[in-house]
């Protein structure tokens, strides 16, 4: 198992293809190598070597994938959402202590004014006129400097991201060159990936799941990985015609808006037959999982992963889906835990992986770290904060977030279970059921529907059909129908906070 990225990198044939995009030609492996030795010497060149951490802002593409893989392989990379605000770059920036920060030429946006705050190095990328995908020069106003041009090993880090912070301030990631290697290698070995095969990449690359799962363990495994600009429904399948790939990893919305504009393009999904779909970062429906295996005739892959691990845990494996299951344990170990006791348990309690691909800890942290890792049966475990349970196969099913869990007067409900029995009613097409603030109960069920195009129901129907199905207690209260649910920066629906995003908290006060 190779334990870096330049070590990935190395061994696969110069001619073979690596980096596609719309309406370019393909870098090889051979270009992708020289790129990266290239991008070294202009980092050198500015002062910037192993250690030193560089903000990455570049919109989803070629270019992106490139600069990732590449810039880790002289310095630690910390890829940003584009979308964020002044103040937001501001506070990561200072957070992950960054030297450098690349950004497009001519990008005078937040990111810069942020960067220039803390007289952060400017790095403009630019790609000259008819070159490969993912091929760029890097340029700045900055005096030469000094830096550690030794190549970054096994434990250096190579990537850094934070968490969501959807309850708490967001915590630093640290993953080092052999996490990332450890998990890009486990997701090619258990989605079989070989040269032959080519992603279809339209997860952000600013997140775990397209850094690791598209573009990491596709170099990995020799394979090809073909970048769109972003995730767009109504562009999915053009580019699948183009881009001719043999799967593609997505969230389950991303899937959903695919799924809507199916049937319109037949043509496609009958001419460019995937070998797979992959599914990960938020729970799959049942429901969603068997219309993608009936629309492309091909298995849906259900996966689980997080950034603390380097993206993926469990995966479905390739001869065997279950829906409603993250799957089998596939590179860490995974076991239960007791949700308060630091110990391994049988039955349901608290997800926990210890493995080559998981993080060191949290940086600057010692509270999360206390707090989430522990010693067991003579080995470092990572605590999830998911709650699930393994079945007689070894599959792992999930019962919601521990932090989502609703508490309704004592009686615990699981999100995902409501979700379910919801997604059957003929006129919902996406539901995310969430904990809505109580003054008795402490949290009442509630939630947030979008209706089948061109389908009609109410409020009441949705709580009756439930109720035929599920005890009273579990029943949402409230059903919200909306045109479109909030997501965030990934296509990820969020439970938590969703109750005082709707407006729903002085009301159920």
Known sequence: MQTTIQALLAQHPDEAPAIGAPGRDWMSYGGLRAQAAKVGAQLHGYGIGRGDRVAIVLPNGPEMAVAFVTVAQAATTAPLNPAYREDEFAFYLEDLKAKAIILAEGYEGPALAAAQRFGLTVLSLSVPEGAPAGAFELTSQAEAGEADTAA??????????????????????????????????????????????????????????????????????????????????????????????????????????????????GDVIDSVKLRFLRSSSASLPAQVMMQLNETFGAPVVEAYGMTEAAHQMCCNRMDLQKPGSVGVQAGPLVRI?????????????????????VTPGYEGNPEANAKNFFEAEG???????????????????????????????????????????????????????????????????????????????????????????????????????????????????????????????????
């Not at 600009?229 to 001719?244: H, I, K, N, V, Y």
């Not at 109410?458 to 029943?475: L, N, S, Y």
């Not at 129908?481 to 629906?493: F, H, Q, R, V």
Request: proline share 5%; net charge negative; charged share 20%.
């Open 379 to 509: 080995r470092r475990w990572f605590r999830t904060g998911d709650q699930g349970a393994f079945d007689e196969d070894g599959f792992l099913h999930l019962t919601g977030r521990l932090k989502e869990i609703i508490n309704r007067g004592g009686e615990k409900i699981s999100p995902l279970e409501v979700d379910g029995v919801l997604l059957d009613h003929p006129a919902i097409a996406q539901v995310v059921t969430f904990a809505l603030p109580h003054p008795k109960l402490g949290e009442e069920v509630a939630a947030a529907v979008v209706l089948v195009e061109g389908s009609e129901t109410t409020e009441k129907d949705i709580r009756a059909f439930a109720a035929e199905r599920m005890a009273d207690f579990k029943v949402p209260r409230k059903v919200i129908i909306l045109d479109e649910i909030p997501k965030g920066a990934t296509g990820k629906m969020q439970r938590i906070g969703l109750a005082e995003k709707l407006g729903l908290v002085e009301t159920a006060a």
């Open 337 to 357: 835990a007791h949700e308060t006791e630091d110990r391994l348990i049988e039955g349901t309690g608290e997800v926990s992986i210890s493995g080559p691909n």
């Open 152 to 265: 970054p090993g096994q434990d250096d880090i190579a990537l850094i991201l934070h968490t969501s912070g959807t309850t708490s301030r967001p915590k630093i990631v640290p993953l080092m060159q052999s996490n990332v290697a450890a998990s890009a290698d486990n997701i090619a070995r258990s989605l079989d990936l070989t040269a032959a095969d080519r992603c279809l990449s339209v997860m952000p690359l600013f997140h775990i799941h397209g850094l690791v799962a598209a573009v990491t363990a596709s170099l990995s495994s020799g394979a090809s990985i073909w970048c769109a600009p972003g995730f767009d429904a109504l562009r999915f399948f053009g580019w699948m015609s183009e881009a001719q790939p043999t799967w593609y990893t997505a969230v389950p919305t991303m899937h959903q808006a695919i799924l809507s504009r199916a049937a319109r393009n």
